[in-house]
């Protein structure tokens, strides 16, 4: 078997069963579990969508294009025209939009296709970070090169810290805003700089997008790489690519559908990776998305529903907790001063309520792991189990000494 299989970490929900398990982390019985781990969105999905789904379940007969129909790619390529107010016509849904099975599929494949595995490569990556940016890199044959994302810097990645002789070797650098586990934004000025460098030093810009239509404040919705692009006066979207997913826009984390878009230079090597991964997207799932991408109302009611939880929890949280309200995303990402499994372990053996520690989505170079000291809390579940959890973590706090 191929040996860089071993470099792989473990999971970090399997190292969070690994932690349930330990015979004295074992819950009383009631109240009931409250899972504050996972990041999969729980409203309901949109009715319109399920309904184009069932409806087309006859086109399971014909094997479906790997670049996806003509109508898919358009309706993705106006949405992200809407999304990001970009110029009328400026992404080429022909040349410039591929479907994927959800952004994590759609990144791993990227990093295999995009790594030029003669060199000595590094792919730069938020840290903490979506496990798959790592796994994708040390699978290709690269080496991870960790972004620190603290609370000093506003859990921005600062491009500036690294030296030009690693972003010489840096062939991918990944960006992610809304982020997962922080929920920082990244402002139009970093992301400028990050085209700067890719072009004074030869790389391309990834950017996971798939929080893009969370976020809290309906005035000022996070900005996007295509935009930046654009901002800059750049042509067609040079070295940028980006990432898109249904999973939490409409809340349909199991109909894993995403899309690619960007350098169509960059998209059309990824469309030969694509047709021989053989990750097709099948053509109810399309036409599903296809529905799914041209409305925005849906959208706008799901990021209702989030702001409304952080509108209620985060009242009671901050008096106690050292917690901010985050830009984008559905996580709260506080500080637990000290040990964060440990935090994690006491909270589910006494209210039963699962977090997720922070250090299992860092790694850290020689400044320690940055994810460390902190707890990830997903405000997935329903808003009446969100304020049960919240109440138990108060308690929990009452008595918790670090
Ligand atoms: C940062 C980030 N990227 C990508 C994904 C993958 O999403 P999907 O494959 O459902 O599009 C997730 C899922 O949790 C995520 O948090």
């Given amino acids: 078997m191929n040996p860089r299989l071993e470099a792989l970490h473990a999971y970090p929900f399997e190292r969070l069963a690994a932690l349930k398990a330990q015979e004295r982390a074992a819950p009383a019985a009631s109240p009931a579990h409250i899972a504050m781990s996972i990041g999969e969105p729980q409203h309901p999905p949109p009715a319109f969508l399920l309904e184009v789904l069932r409806g087309e379940l006859e086109r399971l007969g014909s094997y479906p294009g790997t670049a996806g129909t003509p109508e898919l790619r358009a309706a993705c390529a106006h949405w992200l025209t809407r999304r990001f107010a970009l110029r009328a016509g400026s992404v080429d849904p022909e040349s410039m939009v591929l479907p994927v099975n959800g952004t994590r599929e759609g990144l791993f494949a990227f990093i295999q296709a995009a790594i030029d595995q003669r060199r000595s490569t590094l792919v730069a990556m938020p840290d903490p970070g979506y496990q798959i940016y790592e796994g994708a890199t040390l699978l290709a044959g690269a080496e991870p090169l960790l972004l620190d994302t603290r609370a000093a810097n506003g859990y921005l990645p600062d491009l500036e810290a690294v030296p030009d002789e690693s972003w010489r070797r840096c062939q991918v650098l990944i960006l992610c805003s809304p982020g997962n586990p922080t929920g920082a934004v990244l402002p139009l000025a970093l992301l400028e700089r990050a085209l700067e460098l890719a072009d004074r030093h030869d790389f391309i810009v990834a950017a996971d997008e798939c929080y893009a239509d969370i976020y809290l404040d309906e005035d000022a919705p996070p900005v996007g790489l295509l935009q930046a692009s654009e901002a800059l006066g750049r042509e067609r979207f040079a070295r940028c690519i980006v990432f898109e997913s249904l999973s939490k826009r409409s809340s349909v984390p199991g109909l894993r559908s995403g899309f690619v878009a960007g350098d169509p230079a960059v998209m059309a090597r990824l469309l030969k990776y694509r047709t021989y991964h053989g990750s097709a997207m099948p053509l109810p799932t399309q036409l599903a998305s296809c529905a799914a991408w041209n409305d925005d109302g849906h959208a706008a009611t799901n990021r209702r529903l989030y702001q409304e939880k952080f509108d209620r929890v985060l009242p009671l949280l901050s008096p106690v907790l050292k917690v901010a309200r985050p830009a ?75």
Avoid: I
């Avoid at 637990?336 to 006491?346: A, N």
């Avoid at 707890?375 to 997935?380: E, G, K």
């Fill in 328 to 402: 984008g995303a559905f996580y709260l990402w506080p500080e637990v001063d000290g040990d964060d499994e440990r935090f994690t372990r006491e909270l589910y053996v006494r209210e039963n309520v699962t977090v997720l520690p922070g250090s299992y989505l860092g790694r850290g170079g020689a400044a320690g792991n940055p994810g460390a000291g902190h707890v990830r809390v997903s405000l997935t579940a329903p808003l009446a189990q969100c304020l049960e959890g919240a109440g138990r973590l108060l308690e929990f706090l009452r008595v918790y000494r670090p």
